[in-house]
C-alpha cells in the first residue's frame, strides 16, 4: 500500500518561502515519477511541478518557473518542493502525487498519471 503524506505547509507573507516535503512508503520509490499539485478554492487542481525518478527531468508550470524548486531523495523516499518568492496566488491546498512505474526517467505533467496521492497541505500567502 502506498502512503503519501505532506507536511510543511502554513501562512507566509508575500515574497516569502515555505518548503513542502512528501515522505513516500509502500512501494519502490525507484522507477517512478513524484509530481505537486495544487488546488485553491473554486478552481480545478492544477500541475506545480514534477520530478522523474532519477532526478534528473523536471518540470515547472509556468507560473511558478524561477520560484519553485522540485527536488528528491530515493535514499529516504521524500520530494521536496522550494518555494521562493511567494505570491497570494499560490494560495492553494498542495498534494503530492506518485505515479506508476515508468520505464524512463519522464516526468507526466498530467494529474492522470498519479494515481496515488496524499491528503494535501494548507499553503496560504497573505499581500
Known amino acids: 500500500q502506498v502512503q503519501l503524506v505532506e507536511s510543511g505547509g502554513g501562512l507566509v507573507q508575500a515574497g516569502g518561502s515555505l518548503r513542502l516535503s512528501c515522505a513516500a512508503s509502500?512501494?519502490?520509490?525507484?522507477?517512478?515519477?513524484m509530481g505537486w499539485f495544487r488546488q485553491a478554492p473554486g478552481k480545478e487542481r492544477e500541475f506545480v511541478a514534477t520530478?522523474?525518478?532519477?532526478?534528473?527531468?523536471?518540470y515547472y508550470a509556468d507560473s511558478v518557473k524561477g520560484r519553485f524548486t522540485i527536488s528528491r531523495d530515493n535514499a529516504k523516499n521524500t520530494v521536496d518542493l522550494q518555494m521562493n518568492r511567494l505570491k497570494p496566488e499560490d494560495t492553494a491546498v498542495y498534494y503530492c502525487s506518485r505515479s506508476g512505474p515508468l520505464a524512463t526517467s519522464y516526468a507526466p505533467i498530467s494529474a492522470t498519471s498519479y494515481p496515488y496521492w496524499g491528503q494535501g497541505t494548507q499553503v496560504t500567502v497573505s499581500s
Open positions: 520530478i522523474g525518478w532519477s532526478g534528473t527531468n523536471t
Open positions: 509502500g512501494r519502490t520509490f525507484t522507477s517512478i515519477a
